[in-house]
């Protein structure tokens, strides 16, 4: 008898085994984006480090292709740090964008650095400058500006010689938009500060030169002192306004500028509105309370 050769069981035999053999399917694999080794390093870093590597990243040098003549100009970016060299006895200007109005001005040095802000042109095209003068080389504080338009942060530092003339920006395009006509409205027109005319005092005396801008009046009432200017004074010529010490130092004062006159929140015994370096242009403010012999006129020149 020959045995029988079942065929028919060697094809489901083949396909078993190839089954058997056949590896499960992997997972997809997952790929991570490491960090990179900078940023490793800075995590690494204690908070302090930490923000002084932002600043460092964050802070904008001079370069020589963005001068036009003795202005830098550098590109706005919100956040960004501008860097502005300075010198004993020379000014640098901050000039803004036209029509830009100044709110405030915060300095981290305020008593070894003179900073204060004046206006040139008319109309659309008043342009506010920041002016900013040490006293001495070696000096490093922060400087923040804020305006109608946008928040500047710069870091100043004064060395024996080396200064920037004038610091100017420039701003990203806005983006187009459709502006519909309205009515023609006419401008509201400035209004004098409401005030207790049985507590103004008028008993200040103006000294020194006589420029065009020089003040035609000064008062205050008890709290606030008002100086009151031409009115055919142009923007271009509003001096900034010192405080004069008990030893003849100079120091900045903060003040409002409103419709032809400088409003300061306090009252002045001596002050001084300065323009121009050589030769200077000294006009003097003094209320006639304060005795002479307190005040020394040391080192100040009236043209």
Sequence with gaps: MKPQVLWGLAPLSLLASVAVATPAPKPPVKYTVAPSEASARVEKLPPAGR????????AREPATENYLNAIQTYAYMEG????VYSAPDRVTDLMLEPGETVMAISAGDTARWIIGDTKSGEGAGVRTHILIKPHTSGLKTNLVVLTTSRTYHLQLESTPSTYMAAVSWRYPALPVVKIEPTPKVEPLKPTEPSLDVTKLNFHYVIEGAVPAWRPRQVFDDGAKTYIVFPAETATSAAPPLFLIGPNGEAQIVNYRVQAG?????????VAELRLGTAPQTVVRLRRAEATGSAIKGKGVRHD
């Design 261 to 269: 006159y400088y409003v300061l929140d306090r009252l002045i015994d």
């Design 80 to 83: 960004a740090l501008y860097r």
């Design 51 to 58: 923000v002084e590597a932002a600043n460092r990243a964050a």
